[in-house]
């Protein structure tokens, strides 16, 4: 079984190392073993749920289904599931009831099946040990793993994730637990900060970062890969390479992004105590079709995650605002609201007090003086807005509701793992 994880300290937190693998050609075997092994308990025990709930009427829990996995061990043909480490199989039953939890919650949608094509990876819960500075030892491999270490490690070593991504190349993701970081000294100043497409960041100071459109600099060359991975034979070699070519494209686009939103991100938090961000409905927005795009282009989530977690780490503070509140339509100098603002607008004039405003900096001024006022009275007493239906939580009867959607339950085939 897996070990409980011990309780952290007030000042020790949780923190990955991600670092490049270089595995040996036996090695790689082992690896397409150990994912395959993950990706089929996965869809293995999510097939058995389904199932059983089309049937009783309630769900397998994971204590159920380890007391499965032993004996689907010890089954005639399913001898390849001994070859990785046991518990690397048990995370992955963790994964899979952690993701019913989050379905229940609310925060995502319900568990699909794992395909072999996309992402794979796995877990090491235990008895993850450094050899020297740049090879680790994990269970089920007889010699170390040398990987990239392009930065310090620290702390006291907890777990590991090791993934593929879909370009060929290995990852280890460890994690430590460490001390938590002493917190940048304070400067006094608050800023707020409009997210859009036309500039990514527009500041109340009137800064403007400029929006790089990642994904549109390399259309170009990605559609000519794609069209020639496209005409290849299936199946075929060459279409794999052109395959490889295809997801390098997409990586470095990911890379890009995340580099120009680390860099954004983190100077923000040095320069400013406290950082004021508008609560925006990307999921709603997307179904523009004319924006869609560029709005995944720009990446708003990513970057707020970003901007929180690192303010967080530093004892900053990021206020978020109602999503409902009219930032750009409010004149910052008498609070009247204009009646009607099109997205070609990037300026207008107040009609009370004839204030020419530049919508951008008129919103993140807004924003900024809006989360002062619910930092000073503690509550976001603003109800212009539309009406937001509470969440409920979702009970059993939505696992019927999803499970239903699909004519009969998927009959995951075996196959020899790492094939």
């Not at 595995?23 to 058995?48: D, M, V, W």
């Not at 794999?240 to 954004?264: L, T, Y």
């Not at 961000?277 to 869609?292: P, Q, R, T, Y």
Request: aromatic content about 8%.
């Amino acid at each position: 079984m897996i070990g409980k994880c011990q309780e952290l300290k007030d000042n020790e937190m949780h923190k990955a190392f991600k670092f490049r693998l270089l595995p040996t050609k036996e090695q790689e075997i082992l690896l397409a073993k150990h994912f395959g092994c993950s990706r089929f308990i996965y869809n293995h025990f999510l097939a058995e749920k389904q199932k059983h709930y089309l049937e009783n009427k309630e769900t397998l829990n994971y204590h159920t289904c380890a007391g499965h996995l032993v004996s689907k061990k010890k089954e005639e043909g399913f001898e390849w599931l001994k070859e990785v480490n046991s518990q690397t199989l048990q995370s992955s039953l963790k994964n899979l009831e952690n993701a019913y939890s989050n379905f229940f919650k609310n925060k995502s949608k319900f568990p699909k099946f794992k395909k072999k094509s996309e992402r794979n990876s796995f877990s090491i819960p235990q008895h993850v040990n450094l050899q020297d500075s740049s090879h680790i030892r994990i269970p089920k491999f007889k010699e170390s793993l040398r990987f990239v270490r392009h930065r310090e490690l620290k702390g006291e070593i907890k777990s590991a994730t090791i993934s593929k991504n879909p370009s060929g190349k290995y990852n280890i993701s460890i994690l430590c637990v460490v001390e938590k970081p002493k917190t940048i000294k304070k400067t006094g100043k608050s800023i707020g900060i409009d997210l859009g497409l036309k500039d990514f960041i527009v500041t109340s100071e009137g800064k403007k970062y400029n929006n790089p459109r990642f994904f549109k600099k390399y259309q170009v060359i990605l559609a000519r890969k794609q069209k020639y991975f496209s005409r290849k034979q299936k199946d075929s070699k060459r279409r794999n390479r052109a395959k490889i070519k295809v997801a390098r494209i997409h990586e470095k686009i990911i890379n890009s992004r995340n580099d120009m939103q680390h860099q954004v991100s983190i100077r923000l938090v040095r320069d400013y105590d406290l950082i004021a961000i508008e609560d925006l409905n990307v999921k709603g927005m997307v179904k523009n079709h004319c924006l869609a795009k560029a709005i995944s282009d720009a990446a708003w989530s990513s970057f707020v995650t970003k901007l929180k977690y690192k303010a967080d780490w530093n004892g900053k503070e990021v206020v978020v605002i109602d999503r409902f509140y009219p930032s750009s339509k409010t004149c910052g100098c008498c609070d009247h609201v204009k009646e009607s603002l099109s997205l070609k607008e990037r300026t207008w004039t107040c009609s009370k007090c004839n204030t020419i405003h530049d919508r951008d900096v008129n919103a993140s001024e807004n924003i900024l003086r809006r989360a002062l006022s619910i930092k000073s009275s503690g509550t976001d007493d603003y109800g212009h807005g539309a009406k937001v239906r509470l969440n409920k939580a979702k009970s059993l009867k939505g696992i019927g509701n999803e499970v239903s959607k699909k004519k009969s339950v998927r009959k995951y085939v075996l196959k020899p793992v790492g094939l």
